[in-house]
């Protein structure tokens, strides 16, 4: 079956450290996004990615760094410079980033502070 | 401009009733309206989404109303199950324009009563 798998699904962060969630899609999808949920406050944008080896920031993209190597894998790293790094963490997958294509989305992981 | 304002925060409903979801947006340039569904611990999954050169469109139990003039649109769940009880969030985007990325609401917690 074809989707976004992301990984760990919890995750914890001790004080200073970077931690890196992983996100692999076998949709054959050129773009690609992460996005942090907090409690009441939806869905927002931290990095996305329209093409390999291209990437842009969103709306929140201070404390995090991403890459973009490979078509399927979109790796996200909460640096120790997020000061509020606990949310979960949802990665999105679509066709084309210019296209009324619906986004997939994975399961998410969870942050939580040691 | 560029939010898209979603109500209620959240919603009970009794088990046969109808749940109703609004989402008022700003940005004349949006064309693309999806729901998203999401249950918890899981990522958001596409329920329906409309175009703005229609005003209704329906898929079982579910119906997007779309009104262009008042830039609002909604979501009906007819005959509401406990199975629908979910966190749902509306969102827009303009595909053709410069940014293809989704603006999502704050996302409203609809609990169905048996």
Known sequence: DGGITQSPKYLFRKEGQNVTLSCEQNLNHDAMYWYRQDPGQGLRLIYYSQIVNDFQKGDIAEGYSVSREKKESFP???????????????????????????QHFGDGTRLSIL | QQQVKQSPQSLIVQKGGISIINCAYENTAFDYFPWYQQFPGKGPALLIAIRPDVSEKKEGRFTISFNKSAKQFSLHIMDSQPGDSATYFCAASNY????GNLIFGKGTKLSVKP
């Open chain 1, 76 to 102: 996200l790293t909460v640096t120790s410079a997020q000061k509020n790094p606990t949310a979960f963490y949802l990665c999105a997958s679509k066709g084309q980033l210019y296209s009324n294509q619906p």
């Open chain 2, 96 to 99: 053709g324009g410069s940014q």
